[in-house]
């Protein structure tokens, strides 16, 4: 009877111990259940954030295309005006000014130099002020 009674409080001692295991993992498996959750919560809020920043990514490409195209049609309406005064420009100064002094001609071009040029009448060298459109 007392090896029954041995045996049995052996028992007892291996089954608190299996007991204790067993609350532990318990207690574990939980905590570590907890921190699954909280990793799948921080796992959404990225996947939200990198969603979002995805349609912000994409928005900013539209507008971006979207401002370059604005740009480009303006670079070219610009480049077309400024063909089209640079013409002018250029057709205005091949005029020619007659000089009431001699009676003779000057370009535009000549008389709005800088320098002598602009300052004399190119055929007798006298000052420009004689000069009429």
Known sequence: LKQYIVKAQQADVKAKEYREKNENSL???SKLVQEKQILIEQVNQ???????AKEDFEST???YDIHLKEMTNLTINLQEKFDIKSKD?????THRVYC????KWNTVDWLIKEGKNGERCKTANHTSGYNFF
Do not use: A, D, G
């Open 61 to 63: 490409r539209t507008n």
């Open 100 to 103: 009431v002094k001699c009676c």
């Open 27 to 29: 207690k574990e498996i």
């Open 46 to 52: 990225m996947t939200k954030q990198i969603e979002n």
């Open 89 to 93: 420009y250029n057709h205005l100064l």
